[in-house]
């Protein structure tokens, strides 16, 4: 079975630092990942998918970024964080081609 | 584009049945997931139905009428550790992709 690890667990950033999430995934090879961000008592919204390595799209304008530079390796970007990028930031992997599971999540704090 | 409606909050006591429903407009449907959030955790898979019917597994069954764009997530013998918001989302033929809803916040009783 598929185990999909995401680090930091959490971290407090100033605003116009850099952001840089990483996710890697486990038991699985040429999986579709996800990037998810819910705000405090809110839904998910999709951020970023890929299909493959170098394969990104992205969902919502923003100041974020995505990359794959390996098959199971998939990483959330920021060159100058906002405040309104605090949120809990998932990565998610789908199974079976119908699906999705999700990392832990890393909740940042922009202060 | 799509979206899902489902209840904000749902009570219950220990030990009964509850029904959260889920209605969406979607383009590309593919499949209905639901997922369980406790505080501060990340979601984790419940049940997925891509065909018309009920899905069950162990106290929690989860419903899709296709023709109705419905579905419901049905939890049985309640018990205290199932309090949590539980969401509704809908898998896209083309991007593989969930969309959720706003999530149902479910407060269980003694």
């Known amino acids: 079975s598929q185990t999909i690890h995401q680090w930091p667990a959490t971290l407090v950033q100033p605003v116009g630092s850099p952001l840089s999430l990483e996710c890697t995934v486990e038991?699985?090879?040429?999986?579709?990942l996800y990037w998810y961000r819910q705000a405090a008592g809110r839904g998910l919204q999709l951020l970023f998918y890929s299909v493959g390595i170098g394969q990104i799209s992205s969902e919502v304008p923003q100041n974020l970024s995505a990359s794959r530079p390996q098959d199971r390796q998939f990483i959330l970007s920021s060159k100058k964080l906002l405040l309104s990028d605090s949120g809990f930031y998932l990565c998610?992997?789908?199974?079976?081609?119908?699906?999705?599971?999700f990392g832990e999540g890393s909740w940042l704090t922009v202060v | 584009g799509q979206s899902l409606e489902q209840p904000s909050e749902v009570t219950a006591v220990e030990g009964a049945i509850v029904q959260i429903n889920c209605t969406y407009q979607?383009?590309?449907?593919?499949?209905l997931s639901w997922y369980q959030q406790h505080d501060g955790g990340a979601p984790t898979f419940l049940s997925y139905?891509?065909?018309?019917g009920l899905e069950e597994t162990g106290r929690f069954s989860s419903f899709l009428s296709r023709s109705d764009s419905y579905g419901y997530l049905l939890l049985q013998e309640l018990q205290m550790k199932d309090s949590a918001s539980y969401f509704c989302a809908a898998l896209d033929t083309g991007r593989r992709a969930l969309t959720f809803g706003s999530g149902t916040r479910l407060q269980v009783q003694p």
């Open positions: 998610a992997c789908l199974v079976a081609g119908n699906t999705i599971y």
């Open positions: 139905n891509a065909l018309d």
């Open positions: 038991g699985t090879s040429n999986p579709n």
């Open positions: 979607t383009s590309g449907f593919y499949g």
